[in-house]
């Protein structure tokens, strides 16, 4: 069992950053790929970035694709989204999300066994 806790979210004006952070507790932080989901209001839940176990490897969807960055700090045992140029469309609710048993980064929500309460992030235009 992994408990999973987000912050970091807020209000912001288009174009300026957040930096979003998932706290794990639980099983071996480093045991588990990661990754950030988000909703919109009226929308659907869709796949932002993954970070696999221990090499670091990364996704992105392509609408974040060059303005966010997902990192982990393993002896911290905690995952970061850097958002950066945010756009009003970037507007949600911010989860993470944690996998024990598969081995590189998913973009599928049902590889995924752990979630946290979601952060809100608004961006005003």
């Known amino acids: 069992q992994v408990q999973l806790v987000e912050s970091g979210g807020g209000l912001v004006q288009a174009g300026g950053s957040l930096r979003l952070s998932c706290a794990a507790s639980g099983r071996t932080f480093s045991s588990y790929v990661m990754g950030w989901f988000r909703q919109a209001p009226g929308k659907e839940r869709e796949f932002v970035a993954t970070?696999?176990?221990?090499?670091?490897?990364?996704s992105y969807a392509d609408s974040v694709k060059g303005r966010f960055t997902i990192s982990r700090d393993n002896a911290k045992n905690t995952v970061y989204l850097q958002m950066n140029s945010l756009k009003p469309e970037d507007t949600a609710v911010y989860y993470c999300a944690a996998s024990y048993f598969i081995r590189n980064g998913s973009r599928r929500e049902q590889d995924y066994d752990y979630w946290g309460q979601g952060t809100q992030v608004t961006v005003s235009s």
């Open positions: 970070i696999s176990r221990s090499l670091g490897i990364t």
